[in-house]
């Protein structure tokens, strides 16, 4: 197929460009932003850096019940037990009080991490091209513009052969239920479709985070699997408690993926962690 397609999620020089905006946050959800923003600086202290929020929230894609808060939180030092459990509290506090999210999560990282040269083009990338300031100085001034290149590409979802064995540890650890098989089916799903849409991003030169676009995408380029990742994609919005969904994707899918991916991009740098 043609290697030239319409310019997406790029800015005139082809850049990358940030997705989200404080001033998308779709009405419903502008309670539970502020309440996190309120929040923050009481349970962090002078440790907080700065903070972001990112997903569906900040693009203004937002599902009143469905879609949950989604924090990134830089703190000035490597977060420690009790910074975890914090946040933790904090999500649960969240998602109690407004019934418009399901779920409130934070990441936590030093802002020496993020800024580092191991990963200014995984979570540093993910910072200035994906996440929304909320508090603080934004980390983005810091780090480069970015291309929808195969650096990028391997350094944000190369590990994909290194996370198999851990989903099967997984899957065969979860409670032999529907309930408990969904929220599996939907990290999994949308890793996929992400790790598919990357692996193609370079030569279709853009950026998208709809999973649908990023089914869609893959499929010009694979059209052999496409219909595996279209799934996935639906799975990724609507998960299902299919057993054998999560079984073709640590038997069949997933190994195809990395390999492929291992094959055009290389593998990512090994992290610490």
Known sequence: MSDTPPRTGLDARGHLVREGSLT????????????????????????????????SIPRGTARVGRSDLDLLVAL??????????????????????????????????????????????????FVACLCTPLLGDDLAARLPRYRPDSLLARETNGDLGRLLPRWRERIAGAEDTEEARRPLVRFMSRHLVRTGFTLVMPRWRGWTSDLREMAGVFAGYYPRRAAQLRTAAEYGYEPVGDPDVLRSYVDDLGPWLADEYARVHGVKAPRPD
Do not use: K, M, N
């Open 76 to 125: 000035r030092e490597e977060p420690t037990d009790a910074d975890r459990a914090a946040a933790d509290t904090l999500g649960a506090a969240l998602d109690r009080e407004f019934p418009q999210i399901d779920g409130a999560g934070t990441l936590l990282y030093g802002r020496e991490r993020l800024l580092s040269d191991l990963e200014r083009y995984d979570l540093g990338w």
């Open 24 to 55: 998308r946050v779709q009405p419903a959800f502008r309670p539970v932003v502020a309440a996190a923003r309120d929040r923050l600086p009481a349970l962090f202290g002078a440790c907080l850096h700065s903070a972001y929020l990112y997903g």
